[in-house]
């Protein structure tokens, strides 16, 4: 009987060494999320009067572009990788919170749509919500996860644009809080 439990630990051991040289540490995947937040202030609405209803169906309204530093380089270096290791990298979530007045939300919203682009890369919808519930101050937008945004993650800047539609006139100054976070799924170096 012990003969047989030595030749299964035995095998055992050389089975698991087996697995380890089939499965090199270096093929193991990097799957992290990266989170990157901005600040963004709504621009003054024409005939700004805080709060007053647009006529008709209201007015479309582009937030100004607000480029950021990617720091792809140190989060390439930080898990040990190189961009041509990435495999993909998609936005995993977007949320927007309003900072400042106290008394603002998100009520003279109708829609909101998050644009990206990047150096020589095209601007590409990658969030939205149609659908905005009244009295909110934060509001997360759902991710298209099936734009894949590497060319634009491993550039230095990427410049994010929201695009609105209003139908009422925000508080002049509004600042927003945005959070944005991507999701990077790469193989370490060799």
């Not at 990157?36 to 937030?63: E, H, K, M, N, R």
């Not at 480029?67 to 979530?93: C, G, H, M, R």
């Not at 949320?95 to 020589?120: E, H, I, K, R, T």
């Amino acid at each position: 009987m012990r003969k047989i439990a030595a030749i299964v630990v035995v095998a055992m051991v050389f089975l698991l060494q087996s697995c380890i040289k089939i499965n090199p540490i270096s093929n193991l995947n990097i799957n992290v999320n990266i989170p990157y937040t901005q600040q963004v202030t709504v621009p003054q609405v024409a005939g700004d009067t805080f709060g007053v209803a647009l006529p008709g169906s209201g007015i479309s309204l582009s937030l100004p572009t607000v480029p950021f530093a990617t720091n792809s380089q140190q989060y390439i270096s930080q898990y040990n990788t190189a961009a041509n290791k990435i495999q993909e990298v998609d936005l995993d979530s977007f949320a927007m919170q309003v900072l400042s007045p106290g008394s603002q939300n998100f009520d003279f919203l109708d829609s909101v749509q998050l644009y990206l682009s990047a150096p020589s890369q095209p601007e590409v919808l990658v969030a939205y919500n149609y659908d905005i519930a009244r009295g909110q101050t934060t509001l997360n937008l759902n991710t298209i996860t099936s734009v894949d945004l590497k060319s634009y993650f491993i550039q230095d800047t990427i410049y994010l644009r929201i695009n609105t539609h209003i139908n009422a006139i925000p508080a002049t100054g509004t600042q927003l809080n945005t959070n944005t976070v991507f999701h990077m799924l790469a193989n370490l170096l060799d």
